[in-house]
Nanobody
Framework: QVQLVESGGGLVQAGGSLKLSCAAS????????MGWYRQAPGKERELVAT???????NYADSVKGRFTISRDNAKITIYLQMDSLKPEDTAVYYC??????????WGQGTQVTVSS
């Protein structure tokens, strides 16, 4: 099993920045891919960004150039630096880590609210 703990959400004005963190514990040697997803009220959960343990990242078009995903393999922690935030970025942000056998583990979610 893998346990994920997220932190860093909050309220920010449009144009501001926030940095999310997600720390993993447990059977972390199984983790291959890590990422952030978000779910706004009334909408489906969507991918924000992913990063592989060996390198390489992927971003949703809506956040390219504004968000940066990074990882600390030693701490088994991933980060999401969010700059130039927009009201449409308001959502609950979830961390997900997946094993190389496609078993997924989710964090509890952290609220990000961007005011206009």
């Amino acid at each position: 099993q893998v346990q994920l703990v997220e932190s860093g959400g909050g309220l920010v004005q449009a144009g501001g920045s926030l940095k999310l963190s997600c720390a993993a514990s447990g059977s972390t040697f199984r983790i291959a891919t890590m990422g952030w997803y978000r779910q706004a009220p009334g909408k489906e959960r969507e991918l924000v960004a992913t990063i592989r343990r060996g390198g390489g990242s992927n971003y949703a078009d809506s956040v390219k150039g504004r968000f940066t995903i990074s990882r600390d393999n030693a701490k088994i922690t991933i980060y999401l630096q969010m700059d130039s935030l927009k009201p449409e970025d308001t959502a609950v942000y979830y961390c997900k880590m997946s094993t190389n056998t496609n078993i997924d583990f989710w964090g509890q979610g952290t609220q990000v609210t961007v005011s206009s």
